[in-house]
């Protein structure tokens, strides 16, 4: 959504300053996520917290914080950098024991970050972006429910967020093709089931997941983008495999398969969408080009391969294959900026 609106901006000074703590918040909770299933890196303090918020660090202190970043970039507001600042301080705020301050500044992250996406439903009142300021709602009440010392039923409202978050941009890219009568209305009607869902029925949560796939692999221009080549075709594999696994997660959901539905979503879906739109949000924000290749589907299919490991075999070592997953998109998107430099220095 924001990667057009972005294309002639990127993050000021105080905003790089934030990104040092956004890496930290991912390392952490890559290294907590590992230290669930038993693989451990260290008996540091700060590990052990890591294992605690997890959820907290990857969903509010890092992706939270990216989703915040992009937002402020393109709507131009300096006050808007509020949100990733103190989602971001909130991370660390969790990671060095302080539970309380960390919760209250997720918070008030949130709060700056709905603000946000109210001045942008007035600037342009649309589907999306009405989609989109519902998604800053849900991370609002999660953050107030995990202040609230209520964190488990925290976790729904998150992965709404985020959820909320994809769907609203995808259909904003996707808002030129023609869809029959009643889709844009169906699709309300899903995002209010998965709302509602969030709060009070996990059944309800996971229907409206299942549901919202269905809805995106039927209306989303992937379905033909596929058959393109290049980054094209990459960004469709990368969206029609995180709808497969976003089925999934409801299916797991609806049978309360908690670790399957979790990272089916969290990973499967969510994760896949970040490596398909990567290669067009960076260079929109923080104006770093990268050279595509065909390099970027490894980080893809390790991703997926690991996941299905994960599910069908072993959780340690299919978690471990997804943190390398990770670690090696990282490497291949910074070997792709270096790459593009030395090709149009």
């Known amino acids: ?41 260290g008996n540091a303090d700060w590990l052990g917290q890591a294992a605690v918020w997890h959820g907290a660090l990857m969903i509010g202190a890092f992706m939270g914080s990216v989703i915040a970043i992009e937002r402020a970039v393109a709507l131009k507001l300096r006050w808007a950098w509020a949100a990733p600042a103190c989602s971001a301080a909130g991370g660390l705020a969790l990671l060095a024991g302080l539970s309380h301050v960390g919760a209250i500044l997720l918070v008030m992250s949130s709060v700056v970050f709905t603000a946000v996406n109210w001045v942008l439903v007035q600037r342009q ?36 967020f985020l959820v909320i978050t994809i769907a609203a941009e995808r259909l904003e890219m996707t808002r030129l093709m ?21 709060l009070v029925s996990g059944v309800l949560f996971g229907i409206a997941l299942v549901a919202l796939a269905g809805w995106l692999f039927t209306y989303d221009i992937a379905r033909r983008t596929v058959f393109a080549q290049g980054l094209t075709r990459y960004m469709a594999i990368c969206l029609l495999g995180g709808y497969a696994w976003l089925a999934i997660a409801g299916v797991a959901w609806v049978a309360a398969s908690r670790d399957l539905a979790l990272h089916a979503l969290g990973l499967g879906f969510i994760v896949s969408m970040m490596m398909g739109h990567a290669p ?42 997804n943190a390398l997953a990770i670690v090696l998109f990282i490497a291949t998107v910074v070997a792709s900026a270096i790459a593009f430099r030395r090709r149009h220095p």
């Not at 970027?296 to 299919?301: E, M, N, R």
Request: glycine residues 12%.
């Open 280 to 321: 067009v949000i960076l260079p929109a924000v923080a104006r770093v080009k990268l050279l595509f290749g065909g390099w970027f589907y490894v980080p893809l299919a390790a991703l997926h391969a690991s996941l299905a490991v994960r599910f069908l075999s072993e959780r340690g070592p299919g978690a471990v294959g």
């Open 178 to 198: 023609r869809r029959r009568p009643g889709a844009h209305a169906l699709l309300y009607s899903i995002v209010a089931a998965l709302l509602a869902g969030a």
């Open 1 to 41: 959504m924001v990667a057009r609106t972005a294309e002639r901006t990127r993050a000021p000074l105080h905003g790089v300053v934030i990104f040092p703590f956004i890496a930290l918040a991912l390392v952490a909770g890559v290294l907590g996520g590992l230290a669930r299933v038993g693989v451990s890196a």
């Open 125 to 160: 009142r649309a589907d999306h972006t009405v989609l989109l300021l519902a998604s800053a709602l849900a991370w609002l009440v999660g953050n107030g429910l995990l202040a609230a010392g209520w964190g488990q039923l925290a976790v729904p409202c998150w992965f709404s």
